[in-house]
């Protein structure tokens, strides 16, 4: 009789035991016998749907920087030396956007995105895909209104939406912003950007006029004939025309003697 008690006593003891180490390995950790419980995140605002899939690990963007003599609105970099910088408007559908950045790539160009928000949020996606071909990424406003027609509330809200979109999915608000709509920013614009972190707004000195669709050829012509050392070009992603001559605008460049690198690599 003793025994039978005995051994029931001692299987009632392993399967309590049992049942403690579950318990544990289910909610916690065991610590010298004590189960700890991870502690609960707090809750965060809803992100746009997709953001969540471009974060992680990757490269991290690079962040704004001053370039001492340099004026707040840049348009070109040194004529003394054989550069130029391509940037690209980041908008549109994002397959053109492969395209481009494939194309420039292969002919070891590098290149300078300025993003807008709202593009961002419907392809986080392409945020990371840019910085792994060695390009940078900056700031076009979050929804590409005429930022330079806005109050001042608003178009800091342009502006700043877009660098935290830009923060999430890289750990930066990138390394430049550019007005939307505007070759240049109004003293207004400009005093905004350099609130939000950016010492500097790009402008350009070489406009392709590609968001006009004028054709391949036109869009070549435009650039070849004004493309010089230390030309900043606009151009934008969304265009198929752009997309086209590209390869022929790369062709030139090389051919010239030129190399097509960053905006900040142009200044440095």
């Not at 198929?240 to 200044?267: M, N």
């Amino acid at each position: 009789m003793n025994g039978r008690r005995t051994a029931v006593l001692r299987r009632t003891a392993l399967r309590a035991a049992a049942g403690a180490l579950l318990t544990g390995a289910a909610t916690g950790c065991a610590d010298g016998g004590r189960v700890t419980h991870a502690p609960q995140k707090p809750r965060s605002a809803p992100e746009p749907d997709g953001a969540r899939q471009a974060e992680g690990p990757g490269r991290k963007a690079a962040a704004p920087r001053r370039f001492a003599g340099l004026p707040v609105q840049i348009e070109h970099g040194s004529r003394a030396r054989p550069r130029v910088a391509l940037t690209f408007g980041g908008e549109g559908d994002p397959a053109l956007a492969l395209r481009v950045l494939a194309d420039a790539e292969r002919a070891g160009a590098r290149l300078t995105v300025l993003a807008v928000g709202d593009w961002l949020d419907a392809h986080p996606e392409m945020a990371r895909r840019i910085l792994d071909g060695g390009h940078e990424l900056g700031n076009h406003t979050q929804s590409h209104l005429d930022v330079n027609g806005l109050d001042e509330e608003r178009a800091y809200a342009e502006i700043t939406g877009c660098a935290r979109r830009l923060r999430r999915l890289t750990g930066s608000i990138g390394t430049w912003f550019r007005p939307s709509r505007s070759r240049r920013a109004t003293p207004l614009v400009e005093d905004l950007a350099r609130r939000a972190g950016y010492p500097h707004v790009l402008s350009y000195d070489v406009d392709s006029l590609d968001l006009t669709s004028p054709g391949v050829a036109a869009v070549t012509r435009k650039v070849t004939g004004e493309l010089r050392n230390g030309s900043v070009v606009s151009l934008h992603f969304g265009t198929r025309d752009t997309v086209a001559a590209l390869p022929l605008l790369l062709t030139e460049i090389d051919r010239r003697g030129l190399r097509a690198v960053t905006a900040t690599e142009l200044l440095t």
